[in-house]
C-alpha cells in the first residue's frame, strides 16, 4: 500500500513538476581527509578528491557527490567541467531520472561520477518530495541489510595494530592484495582474529597459475571470496579461474554498468555494483535486477565518500549478497550524518525520506 502511494505521488508531483519550478544546482569541491593512508596495489594516499552536489527545488534540496579515485579518470576539474555544461533547467522536473539521465549521456558519454552526484541529489530530492526512503520505494525491506566489510590496508606493524582494533566492531575484514608482502598481511590479521576476511587484489595477479595458487592458499584462512583477481580485460581467464577456485570471484573494475554484465556472467559468480562507476542509483538498480537475473550474486561498494553517496549506494543494500560500505567510515572529515553500522556490523538504513541523511 505504501508503495502504491508511493508510485501515486511520484505521478502526481511529476505532471506538476512538468510545469516547474525554479531549479537551483550547485557544486562544489571537497576533499576528503582519510583517516589513515589508503595503500593499494598500484599507489598510496592521504586525502581523495570530491565534489558535492545540491539541487534545490521549491526550497527542498537534495544532496549528491561526486568522489573521484584516480583509476577511473575524473578529477575536479573534469567533475565541475561537465557540471557546468548541465542547464539547470533540464533538472526542472526532477522525475524524470530516464530522460535526465539521456540528457547528461548526450552532454558526454564517460563522466559517471559527475552523473553520479546529480543522479544522487535527484534521488534524494525525489525521495524527499515523496515522503519515502528510496528502499522504501524500490519495495525493498530495509531491516535485510547485510553485514558491511571494514578495510584493512597494509600498513607498518604499529599501524597496522590500530587498524585491526579499528575493525573490532565489524564482522567482516576485507584486506586488499596483490602488493609484495600481502600473504604476510593475511597471516598477521589471522594472528589477531578469525573472522571472515574478503580479499580484493584490484587486478594484481599477473597469471591464472599465480591466482589459483594465492586462491587456494586464501581458502584455507576462512576467506569468503576474491574481488578481481586479475587484469579486468581477461574475461577467458577468470572464466578458468571460476571453474577451479572453491571460492567466488567477485568483478570490480570490470563492470562499469549494466551493458558490460551479460559477457561476465560465465567468468564470475558476482559481481560489484559502485555508484561513481554506474552513474548513480538508477543505472545502479538496474545493474542489480539484471545480476540476479543472470544467477549473479550482488555486492554493493563504494568509493571513499562521504555519508552521502555510501548512505544512497546503501538504498540497495538489501538486494545484497555483501556490502563493502565503509567509506564514509574511513574519512575524518564528513559532512552528513546517514547509514550506520549495527555493533555486529549490519549496515542500518535509517528511514529519512531520500537516500537518508541530514547535513550536520
Ligand atoms: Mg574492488
Redesign the pocket.
Known sequence: MKNIKALLAVFLLSLAFSAMAQVDFKYYPYELKLKHAFNLATMSRTTTPGVQVEITVDSVTGYGEASMPPYLGESVESVTAFLERIDPERLSNPFALEEIHAYMDSLAPGNRAAKAAVDIALHDLTGKLMGQPWYAIYGLDGERTPCTSFTISNDTPEELAKKIKESEPYSIIKVKMGVPGDRELIETIRRHTDKPICV?V?QGWKSREEALDNINWLASRNVIFV??PMDKTDIEGHKWLKERSPIPIVA??AVQTSADIPALAEAYDGI?IKLMKSGGLHEAYKMAVLAKALGLKVMI?CMTETSCAVSAAAQLAPMAEWV?LDGNLLIANDLFDGMTIAPDGRVTLTPTPGIGISKK
Open positions: 580484493d584490484n574481488e578481481q570490480d573494475e560489484n561498494g563493502d
